[in-house]
């Protein structure tokens, strides 16, 4: 797993959901299945409200890739909010008791706290902030990795949500979308939009030579599709290669059908986008061409996080 800052590759307010003061809780999907490892509680100084919290196994994977390195009996929980103001407090609930636990990345300076009974708090008080939150009954070990992880992302506040009613936007609304594969993009859409809350199952490809905005606080998953399902055009589950100056702005992706990104086109930005549950070897976070830059982003690969090239072949 990696954070990024910034990484420059030289090779050539709309609230939805609950909120508490600037505090933005986000809707849960219907139909989809809440953690059964970890529930998440947030307060900005009043009283703590549920934040749902996702879940994703390995299983499909290792069933799919026997030879592909994917594990079984892996789990990743993980849950999203955005803020402004005040500092958030983040309690976690977990499936087993505990005497210490730990915040990674370890600069934040956020500090982990026992509470009580199978409950800790984390006091989150910036945006942009990544985290793993880590317990003793499950470090890990130098030849076994954690099995039940726990994210937390905290996002800043959504500022040009796109008219939902324009032609050249594709928006997805909280709940769940099912794409049947990989969506081409033709010549009239300029923006991809996931709500908080929306739930994508697929994928998307660029045909055309004009930049192309993914934006949201939304999910694309991959995840009812198979390893190098042949339903998608290319190894990515988001291509971008034709067209350049893209923008993928603050979604998550999870549980890729191979790549997470792909964009060998010029002059490409990638911020506050997390990458998790890369189960099977192969599974590359940014392929990235000339002039492209990362930023505040959270990539959890399971081969080359970041692939900064010139040229490219498959």
Request: glycine content about 8%; hydrophobic content about 35%; aromatic content about 10%.
């Amino acid at each position: 797993m990696m954070v990024t800052k910034t990484i420059l590759a030289l090779l050539i307010p709309i609230l939805v959901g609950q909120t508490s003061g600037n505090l933005n809780i986000y809707p849960a999907p219907e139909g989809i299945h809440a953690s059964d490892k970890f529930q998440v509680y947030l307060s900005q100084g009043g009283q703590p409200k549920s934040s749902f919290t996702y879940i994703t196994t390995s299983d499909k994977r290792a069933k799919e890739t026997p030879t592909a390195k994917a594990k079984r009996g892996r789990s990743v929980s993980w849950t999203s909010f955005s803020f402004s103001g005040g500092a958030v407090t983040v309690e976690i609930h977990t499936p087993q008791d505990f005497h210490n636990c730990i915040v990674r990345p370890q600069h934040y300076g956020y500090k982990c706290q026992r509470t009580g009974n199978k409950t800790a708090y984390v006091t989150v008080s910036s945006t942009s902030r990544m985290m793993s939150v880590e317990f003793d009954y499950d470090y890990g070990s130098s030849s076994e990795d954690i099995k039940d992880k726990m994210l937390i992302f905290a996002d800043p506040p959504e500022s040009n949500v796109p008219n939902e009613h324009d032609s050249s936007v594709l928006f997805y609304k909280a709940g769940v979308q099912k794409l049947n594969g990989q969506v081409h993009l033709n010549n009239s859409i300029k923006t991809i939009y996931l709500a908080p809350g929306a739930w994508v199952e697929g994928g998307f490809l660029t045909t055309a030579n004009h930049g192309v905005t993914f934006r949201g606080r939304g999910i694309l998953s991959a995840r009812s599709y198979k390893w190098k399902d042949d339903q998608f055009t290319t190894n990515a589950t988001l291509d971008v290669d034709k067209g350049g100056n893209h923008v993928i702005e603050g979604i998550v992706i999870v549980d890729p059908h191979h790549f997470f990104f792909r964009g060998r086109s010029s002059c490409n930005i990638i911020r506050n986008v997390k990458m998790i549950a890369p189960w099977a070897h192969n599974s590359d976070g940014v392929v990235l061409g000339r002039y492209g830059l990362v930023e505040d982003t959270f990539i959890w690969a399971n081969d080359d996080s970041l692939k900064v090239i010139r040229s490219y072949s498959v």
